[in-house]
């Protein structure tokens, strides 16, 4: 049987001697003494960190630069590859490259097929 002091098992018992208050008081007084002793120990360790937060950029970022209006800058991207898309144009006419609309370009292939590759059987 579990050992009683007064009717009390010892082994379930809460703890009946804590730190004295004063150890907490002290050492929150210490903790607040180092955190407001701390900004000037780095200003003194750091003597220049005040006068690099105030510097500003003088030269402007490569791009890719934020977006102010995305959906507008998307909505005029999509529109001129729409427009590439279903023109003709030329891509290089020193070679004679140029380009048709995607949709006239489909009917031409699914007609005439694809130079080296075997043609479906018909039925």
Same mark, same amino acid.
């Given at each position: 049987? #579990?050992?009683?002091?007064?009717?009390?098992?010892l082994e379930t018992d809460y703890e009946r001697?804590?730190?004295?208050? &004063?150890?907490?008081?002290?050492?929150?007084?210490?903790?607040?003494v180092l955190l407001a002793m701390a900004p /000037?120990? +780095?200003?003194?360790?750091?003597?220049?960190?005040?006068?690099? +937060?105030?510097?500003?950029?003088?030269?402007?970022?490569?791009?890719?630069?934020?977006?102010?209006s995305s959906p507008e800058d998307l909505a005029?991207?999509?529109?001129?590859?729409?427009?590439?898309?279903?023109?003709?144009? /030329? +891509?290089?006419?020193?070679?004679?490259?140029?380009?048709?609309?995607? %949709?006239? #370009?489909? &009917?031409?292939?699914?007609?005439? %097929?694809?130079? %080296?590759?075997? &043609?479906?059987?018909?039925?």
């Open positions: 049987m #579990a050992e009683t002091h007064d009717g009390v098992r001697r804590d730190i004295p208050l &004063k150890v907490y008081a002290y050492a929150a007084l210490g903790l607040l /000037w120990v +780095v200003l003194v360790g750091y003597p220049t960190v005040g006068q690099d +937060v105030a510097r500003h950029l003088t030269i402007a970022p490569p791009p890719p630069r934020l977006q102010i005029a991207y999509l529109a001129e590859q729409r427009a590439l898309l279903n023109s003709y144009g /030329w +891509v290089d006419r020193s070679k004679g490259i140029a380009r048709e609309p995607i %949709g006239e #370009a489909m &009917k031409r292939l699914a007609q005439d %097929g694809i130079d %080296g590759f075997p &043609k479906q059987a018909s039925p």
